[in-house]
């Protein structure tokens, strides 16, 4: 059974930062495709970063530039770093991961289609 926790989200000002991560259980993050998604109120789910087994990456236009994924397959951990961050970036924030170890055209990569496995999410507020 896959489980995937994430934590580190918060209350931040403008201007701050964070990092999320995401522990993952009966999944190994090093073979496959994971990512964090972002839903704010009233708004539809969307993927922010990926990143595949080969450590590509892929990033939503808003975010580029500001976040980081990454990974540390020995913790089989998945983190996103989240700089400069703005009131609009204030959204509950989601690790997915799936059995596919790279997606092409990339922009399938932020598909939440792609994904089969989710965490239950941590909040982000950023005020202005």
């Known amino acids: 059974q896959v489980q995937l926790v994430e934590s580190g989200g918060g209350s931040v000002q403008a201007g701050g930062s964070l990092r999320l991560s995401c522990a993952a259980s009966?999944?190994?993050?090093?073979?496959?495709?994971a990512a964090w998604f972002r839903q704010a109120p009233g708004k539809e789910r969307e993927g922010v970063a990926s990143i595949d087994r080969y450590g590509g990456t892929t990033y939503a236009d808003s975010v580029k530039g500001r976040f980081t994924i990454s990974k540390d397959n020995a913790k089989n951990t998945l983190y996103l770093q989240v700089n400069s961050l703005k009131p609009e970036d204030t959204a509950t924030y989601y690790c997915?991961?799936?059995?596919?170890?790279?997606?092409?055209?990339?922009?399938?990569?932020?598909?939440?289609?792609?994904?089969?496995?989710w965490g239950q999410g941590t909040q982000v507020t950023v005020s202005s």
């Open positions: 009966g999944h190994t993050f090093s073979n496959y495709c």
């Open positions: 997915a991961t799936n059995r596919y170890g790279a997606l092409r055209p990339t922009t399938m990569m932020l598909s939440e289609n792609e994904y089969m496995y």
